[in-house]
């Protein structure tokens, strides 16, 4: 019987829980460990799930001998030296996005791993992994929609809508240069460039700060929940409520899409369309096991997810039949699943393709991000190395 792989997560805050939750349903992964500065809270889901070992100290999580790769659910600020960490133990990481607070950091990232090249690292772009974008993905590989023109769509959120909503990716000290573009514009980035197989290496934005000055209580707040407290104190604003980027993709594309925290009733609303020489193809979240098809001179269709129909290579990431929807947790598991699939067949960084999204994918990401609040600042039409 094969050995299964051991787990460990640093972060026990919402997005470590969605962790606990994916490793769970993977049968050749065994979750270890778990570790956070607040050891109550650590002990109170190591308890909760059943995990063997709790750590208050980050470092014993990572120097466990027992352990063979670490997830890293920490704040963004923490990301780079947490990330580090993990590599120089020996261990393989995922960490969640986005990879760092700047480019600069994740550069350092990459250079490390070069160090370490048996190490197989993984960043949490998850909506990639949905049964329908990767079988979109290969249709238009395949010349279905014909040559991409148009790639266009957004992520739209209100759980920042008001002065009062407070939390710390408000902050670029703990956040980095972008708020909303980093927090979820980066996860449409990474979907656009997945499905038609092409970076973005333009990009013009406007980016707005609705709210210049909001309330932060004087007691935490956990991500999304709502804010009862009365004691606040006034900070001022300096990461972005919206942004609205138009695009232009290395294989002659162009597109636009637009982010927001601050849009009343939308919860996590992401939509995407792919616009072809021959046929459009349009996913919206929210329907995730649909796809519309647009055609010129017969009838539009909508798809749905059906393992039986679905590319070859999209079906290992569809396992309810079809009318059974399969949703974000399916994604979220999906990415992280790949992940391991990697290391349990021997692959090697930088040699095999990966479905899921590898630190250079996100260090690209950072310096999409970058040039995009840079764009907003200067007005004006920002270049991106594709190389870098």
């Not at 920490?74 to 960490?85: A, I, R, S």
């Not at 991500?223 to 409520?241: G, L, M, P, R």
């Not at 399916?330 to 095999?352: C, L, M, P, Q, T």
């Amino acid at each position: 019987m094969m050995k299964k792989i051991r787990v460990g997560i640093i972060g026990m805050g919402y997005i470590g829980v969605s962790h606990i939750e994916a490793l769970r349903r993977i049968g050749f992964v065994e979750l270890r460990a778990v570790a956070d500065v607040n050891f109550e809270l650590a002990k109170r889901k190591a308890e909760e799930f059943s995990i063997p070992y709790c750590y208050s100290d980050i470092d014993q999580l990572i120097q466990d001998p027992e352990i063979d790769a670490i997830h890293n659910c920490t704040p963004n600020f923490l990301h780079m030296e947490v990330n580090e960490k993990i590599i120089l133990a020996g261990k393989h990481v995922f960490s969640e996005k986005p990879l760092a607070k700047s480019s600069e950091e994740s550069a350092h990232m990459l250079q490390v791993l070069d160090e370490h090249p048996d190490i197989v690292a993984g960043v949490n772009f998850c909506y990639r992994m949905y049964p329908l974008i990767q079988d979109a993905k290969l249709r238009i590989a395949q010349g279905e929609i014909g040559n991409p023109y148009l790639i266009h769509g957004s992520y739209l959120q209100d759980w920042l809508l008001y002065d009062t909503d407070y939390n710390w990716r408000i902050e670029p000290e703990y956040s980095g240069v972008s708020r909303c573009v980093g927090d979820i514009g980066s996860h449409w980035m990474d979907t656009a460039q997945v499905l038609v197989g092409s970076r973005i290496t333009e990009v013009c934005a406007n980016t707005v700060i609705a709210l210049p000055v909001r309330k932060k209580p004087t007691t935490q707040v956990e991500t999304f929940s709502t804010n009862a407290n009365t004691d606040y104190e006034e900070k001022e604003v300096f990461t972005e409520d919206y942004a609205g980027v138009l695009v232009k993709f290395e294989n002659g594309a162009s597109g636009v899409f637009q982010c927001s925290q601050i849009s009343a009733g939308r919860k996590c609303f992401i939509d995407i369309e792919v616009d072809g020489s021959k046929a459009s193809l349009h996913w919206n979240h929210e329907m995730g096991d649909r796809m519309w098809k647009g055609n010129r001179d017969k009838q539009n269709e909508q798809i749905m997810r059906n393992p039986n129909l679905m590319m070859p290579e999209a079906r290992k990431y569809s396992y309810l039949g079809a009318g059974h929807p399969e949703g974000w947790n399916d994604a979220f598991k999906n990415s992280i699943e790949s992940f391991y699939r990697f290391i349990r067949d021997g692959k090697k960084r930088g040699v095999d393709q990966a479905d899921f999204a590898t630190f250079e994918e996100g260090h690209y990401i950072m310096k999409l991000t970058e040039a995009i609040i840079q764009s907003g600042k200067e007005k004006r039409w920002i270049s991106v190395d594709k190389h870098a």
